[in-house]
């Protein structure tokens, strides 16, 4: 893990979870590569992917589970802009079985309610912009639909 990636977890601020790596994407999905003295376009934005540390936990009850029972696919959540700019974080979730509620869910993640693409941090910052401002305001602020 490189220095930055360092300073990124360290900022990120979720325990138990690593950023394995930053990348930055334009709209249309091409990756950004950086070069040292030129500024990125405004329109890219930031990608952390993230790795668990810890064992996984049961979503349904929370209890502490190794039992794997699927890997997902990659998915992304999408984050309070970061220095000015759309921020996401990719992550390939697992899908546990768990002998406590006999249960098979996806993992509980840090920073996501479940069925959600925007982290909880993202949503209560939306929240308490509509507090001040129409929500067609805040959705085109953000671009939302």
Not at 94 to 104: L, P
Not at 113 to 128: E, G, N
Request: glycine share 4%.
């Amino acid at each position: 893990m490189s220095q930055r990636t360092k300073m990124i977890a360290e900022i990120w601020g979720y325990r138990g979870w690593n950023v394995t790596s930053v990348t930055y994407e334009r709209p249309d999905g091409r990756i950004v590569t950086l070069i040292e003295g030129f500024l990125l376009p405004a329109d890219v934005k930031i990608v952390l992917h993230v790795e668990r540390r810890w064992t996984s936990r049961c979503a349904n009850c929370g209890a502490i589970t190794s039992k794997v029972h699927e890997q997902l696919k990659a998915r992304r959540w999408r984050d309070l802009p970061w220095a000015g700019r759309e921020a996401e974080i990719e992550y390939a979730p697992v899908r546990v079985a768990c002998k406590r509620c006999k249960t098979t869910n996806v993992e509980l993640l840090a920073w996501a309610d479940p069925y959600q693409r925007q982290t909880q941090r993202y949503q209560q910052h939306l929240a308490l912009e509509t507090a001040s401002m129409p929500v067609q305001h805040v959705a085109a602020l953000h671009g939302l639909d």
